[in-house]
């Protein structure tokens, strides 16, 4: 499909790139460009057949495809250095979890809004490194890609052919609609978690209690999703910084309903709102985001 | 063991706690005592030697044990058709998810409060019903047991011992800590849960986006614990109202600070709080009450 692409950053997502790539054979050559000396050790054990650069060089004009898959805050050092050595051959795309942030770096550039198509694979896990990478992280998930950002339909047509060869569902998208979804079906649901963590380790310092160990009855879950890479979610809630707090409004504005609904015992409505949860829940299930075996923890019984 | 037990309620949990007896054999005779049909078909496959109550009968007399495993709002109907039957030499247990409420129930009762030993396994899932009971659903499971409620120790020993024999580790606690412990680990990661889904229709509807379908980022996580019993659900929120409200309180507290941070863009305190998240979930896992193994969406990879 292609004959050289380039990995810029290999942690779970990059890595996942990587070993998808290479078991759908995508590309001739696959090169990575990674900082940290303990993740190459790790990557170096997946095929000998990958290349590394250890520099962003002159080498890059000959990428047919530049996946830029490092935290968000390294866009900017990166696209500085990428600068110097693409040009209108190379097309470029991303991974990263907000998009109006990246399509504001890319505007600034006239060279980088000819080339770079961003995306967005909505795909994860709590833990990060590339000793975690799986193949099939992308299979049968959505990728988000940004149109009517770029003129080239040849580039674009690339970048899908890209997600598409790693299973991935494509939909498209604009900035401003990726951000506000997101801000609620992901970035609301993580910083919750972080703060509902949170709210235990404050009781548990105030009681002098150990609690942390009964939390199997809800709190586990939401400790696995608290426990996801900090980099990264420091970057997002910067980057989507006021579709979040409009979310987390509306989101205590919710909780205050509540509170109210329980402390009048309002039967009927309290019943109607979980009621309805149990609907979404099947329509997660329907719409195959989820399976519906039932979860008793994720230890075997 | 026993001789005979008997089993009010039959859903989840009563009919675990029927698997799990059966299984380890711990009576001659089990009885189940549960309303509805469908429910009774289900169990009657479970196995041949189970016998059934039509009502709440003199039969109830020649009970070792009696475990309640309805909803909570059931008890005090049970409580009433009970009292005619049990004697002294009966010994009632339950499975309530909130402590105080039934304490209460029991004191107004002085035959009540010389059997019942209240207990609460602390182990469920999203789903419902008889035909999702599973014997190993205590297995390694903390059980808490309402100490100092009962002076017969003998009644109490059995009660401990019904439940290690189920596969339970057992931790004596008072009503007060548990329904605060509880508010915490358990009933605010759920009602959080179900306000999340509640969030996220309500942007669905005001947007007329389809978001549901992107949940795979978060929300669907959070969407089957917010799948769970609604019934079972609003008892629990009504009968722990005052811990629930403070545990709201304190959640909203946090909430606004996050906001505040990521408004000021405080990367120093908001990468400390996500920081300790992880700390957490290392304890949790240490404590054995998940596993680490990653989590990709339950669908394998």
Redesign the interface.
Known sequence: MFNNILIVGCGLIGSSILRGSISKNISKNIYVFEKSKKNITFIKKISKKIKFLNNINHQVSNMDLIVLSTHMSQYKIIIRKLQKYVSSKNTITDTG?TKRNIEKLIDKNKKFKEIFVPSHP??????SGPE?G?K??F????CIILKNRIKSKNKLKKVERFWKKLGSKIIFMNSV?HD???S????????????????????QKR?K?N?????????????????SN??M??DI??EN?DN??N??????K???S??KL??N?N?KS??K??????K?????ID?K???S???????I?
């Not at 992901?186 to 009781?203: G, R, W």
């Not at 609690?211 to 426990?227: N, V, W």
Request: net charge positive; aromatic share 12%; hydrophobic share 45%.
């Open positions: 979890s909505i795909a994860g896990s709590e833990v975690h799986n099939n992280l299979k049968d998930k959505w609609d506000k979804i997101f609620i079906t992901s970035h609301l649901p993580h910083l919750i978690a972080y703060n509902l963590v949170k709210t235990a380790i404050d009781f009681n209690k609690i942390i160990k009964y939390s199997a009855g809800g709190l586990r879950d939401f400790s696995r999703t608290a426990a900090e980099i979610w420091r809630f910067f910084k979040i707090i979310s987390i409004n509306i989101f205590i919710n909780l205050n509540f509170k329980i402390e015992q039967n309290i019943l709102i979980l009621k309805n949860s149990k979404v829940r099947k329509e997660i719409l985001q989820d399976i075996k039932p979860n008793f923890g994720r230890d019984l």
